[in-house]
């Protein structure tokens, strides 16, 4: 009898041995696991591919030095097309069959607004997604955290800054007819209403437009000195190009959606000149420190791609992923990341990213932009964050 | 006894995949899919009524769908139970189908395919421009199901509510197919003079075609509304109009059980594609669009193999 005992107190401290170190989903001894749904194949694809590659290398660097506390992290991406019904399915997949602790840079709002809920009521982290929209960080939730910086804060701004400055007094704005156009839209008009100006016309396209020449026709019959762009690359690049077939040498600002690579690579001579609000700059290595020199030739090396905004975007979202996992120690829970992030403070580092600054009471980690020109066929950062 | 065979033959297919696929994906996971299925097989409903019975070209049926989700999502959104409000969502689809259908008196074949299209760009249009009732291209949010204080938030609770809605809407569809009314359907869709000839109406037939075929959109879009928590109009654009299409077409557009199998295939093998990619090595694993490339082969596939969609007649 005594025999037998000792034999199942024995392998009951194995069990417990062997067991997790933390019972939270997602977490084993071994691993950590995070999802992502993401747009690798629609409309927004071309920031879906380089946000997970940059995510990738990230974790591959932090596996490479032996992990979290010893725990790799495996990054599980699912690719929803922007569209929330395949989101929907994919978020379940995540939270049910891969065990995902925690979902970063999930993409799109559409996709974002029907995954959210399944995501939190899971338990699950719901970190940094694609949307502009408040519900990803208001009302305060205990899992939800945002860190791009909202279009209205950081246009309203921005609007302000350049009219002020450089004292236009005309300002019109061309936007895409959604959500993000809506946000920029209300930025705009609140920084023309803070200088007692007003928007001199508007106009609107809808997503995938490729032909602005009405829209810009009508902007310069309003005789417009600045017209803000809430636009992607494609749409900024036709809208440039449009203006300067006509003649017409107006200023324009592009939201951060159009502050990219592809926008002077695309566009070539046209868009010389256009001013656009960085979030975080693009990582060229012709100036770059060292620091930022070595990290293109490693994305390069790893994946045959040269890297750009959304690459540093997706490196960004995984390093402030893995700093609060580390700083949260062994114990690792939805709980125990979450009360930590609330702690974090992110200094601005060799990307030139802002500080990003977490509390118990504000779970949107960053509210500022920075403007830039593009000059000589390359953005040129010309002023700090903006208050 | 012979009632319950049949029942059981068409069935048991249906059992054997839900048998397999919650052991092998996880319950929730499994359900959830199987929600989506089932509301997309309603909306497959009415692209088998206007297209396979009564041989209408409708390429946008997508919009009664929508018609369907923001009734339902205004309407609750203001109050209303969603038991309640379902009802006026199928009637805002069934009177969507009544409209797309007018030009059908004066137009045929692929010009009033092109009708139809107009009428879902413009509803589209509607619904992006009406900000106050429908906040716009923002989307609106919309609340979990329930009736009289139960609540539809687990996935089982959610698949069995489809299921309820997709069993009424087959047993109407069946009642119709074998009524008078299913009759002057095909009539219409084998030859119109000749159904004319006979005392048929082409008209009026083309339209209870799309009324039935609006209702089952609405029913749908209804259902989508409380299970994706959250619409916008982009949603409901053309690609989903021609994903209900090809759905009727890979099931078998002819028979109401093509809506079943063609949504297995639309909205069950890009997800089984997703999980049998987590499984390739390397590199394949995250190569851009690869679910779209291997789904796109899928269909190729079963349209070569079964021209008449899967629960057609086999060649």
């Known amino acids: 009898m005594k025999t037998l005992r000792s034999f199942a107190l024995a392998a009951l401290s194995c069990l417990a041995l062997s067991a997790p170190v933390s019972a939270a989903p997602g977490v084993n001894a071994k691993e950590i696991v995070v999802g992502t749904v993401s747009d690798l194949s629609g409309p927004i694809a071309m920031l879906g591919v380089p946000v997970r590659d940059g995510m990738l290398m990230r974790f591959d660097e932090v596996n490479a030095g032996g992990g979290v506390h010893g725990r790799r992290i495996r990054l599980v991406v699912e690719d929803a097309g922007y569209d929330p019904k395949r989101a929907v399915l994919a978020a379940r997949k995540l939270v049910q069959r891969d065990q995902a602790f925690a979902f970063i840079a999930n993409m799109g709002t559409p996709v974002v607004m029907a995954t959210m809920p399944i995501i939190v ?72 209403a803070r200088l007692d100006r007003e928007l001199v016309e508007r106009t609107s396209y809808k997503r995938g437009a490729t032909d602005l020449s009405s829209q810009i026709a009508r902007l310069r019959a309003a005789r417009c000195d600045l017209v803000v762009l809430a636009t992607v690359v494609r749409e900024t690049v036709a809208a440039m190009a449009e203006a300067r077939k006509i003649g017409w040498e107006v200023d324009m600002l592009v939201t951060a959606s159009g502050y990219s690579a592809q926008t002077h690579e695309l566009g070539g001579a046209a868009v010389e000149g256009l001013y656009g609000v960085s979030v975080l700059p693009h990582p060229y290595v012709e100036g770059a420190n060292s620091q930022l020199a070595a990290w293109v030739e490693r994305y390069r090396a790893r994946f045959k791609a040269e890297p750009n905004v959304w690459s540093v975007m997706g490196y960004t979202l995984a390093d402030l992923f893995v700093r609060t996992a580390e700083a949260t120690g062994p114990e690792l829970t939805q709980e125990a990341f979450a009360r930590t992030l609330e702690r974090m403070q992110f200094s601005r580092d060799y990307f030139g990213s802002p500080s990003y600054r977490f509390t118990p009471e504000d779970h949107l980690g960053n509210r500022h932009g920075r403007l830039a020109q593009i000059r000589d066929g390359r953005w040129v950062l010309i002023s700090d964050y903006l208050e | ?44 409903l009415g692209v088998v009524i206007v297209v396979g019975q009564a041989g209408q070209i409708a390429l946008g049926q997508a919009a009664l769908v929508a018609l369907g989700a923001y009734v339902q999502a205004v309407l609750v959104g203001h109050g209303l139970a969603p038991l309640l409000a379902m009802p006026l969502a199928i009637a805002a689809g069934a009177l969507g189908g009544a409209l797309a259908s007018l030009p059908a008196r004066r137009l045929g074949g692929l010009y009033f395919g092109m009708s139809t299209l107009a009428f879902a760009l413009i509803v589209e249009e509607v619904l992006a421009r009406w900000d106050s009732v429908t906040q716009g291209a923002a989307g609106m949010a919309v609340a979990g199901f329930s009736v009289f204080g139960w609540r539809a938030d687990a996935t089982l609770a959610q698949a069995l509510v489809s299921l309820g809605a997709l069993a009424a809407a087959l047993l109407l569809c069946a009642r119709l197919v074998d009524s008078r009314h299913g009759r002057a359907w095909r009539a219409v869709r084998d030859d119109e003079v000749a159904a004319a000839a006979c005392g048929v109406s082409p008209a009026a037939a083309k339209m209870q075609a799309f009324v039935v075929g609006g209702a089952l959109s609405g029913l749908a879009g209804a259902l989508y509304a409380h299970w994706i928590g959250f619409i916008s109009p982009e949603q409901f654009g053309l690609v989903f109009s021609f994903e209900l299409l090809m759905l009727a077409f890979i099931g078998g557009a002819r028979r109401l059980g093509g809506a079943l199998w063609g949504a297995l295939v639309i909205v069950a093998i890009p997800q089984l594609i997703a999980v049998l990619r987590d499984h390739l090595p390397g590199d394949w694993a995250r190569a851009a669009g690869l679910e779209l490339v291997l789904f796109g082969a899928v269909i190729v596939a079963v349209v070569l193999l079964r021209p008449s969609g899967i629960a057609g007649a086999r060649p």
């Open chain 1, 121 to 192: 009521d899971a338990g699950r982290l719901h970190l940094f997604p694609f949307s502009p929209h408040r519900a990803t960080y208001e009302p305060l939730h205990p899992l939800k955290f945002q860190n791009f910086a909202p279009y209205f804060d950081y246009m309203e701004a921005a609007t302000r800054h350049m009219v002020e400055q450089r004292g236009y007094a005309r300002t019109c704005l061309l936007y895409q007819d959604d959500d993000y156009g809506l946000e920029v839209m209300k930025g705009v008009e609140a920084a023309l």
């Open chain 2, 1 to 44: 006894m012979s009632g319950l065979r049949t029942a059981w033959r068409h069935l048991w297919p249906w059992a054997l995949i839900l048998a397999l696929a919650v052991p092998a994906m996880g319950a929730d996971y499994a359900l959830g899919k199987a929600t989506l299925v089932i509301t997309y097989a309603i909306a497959g």
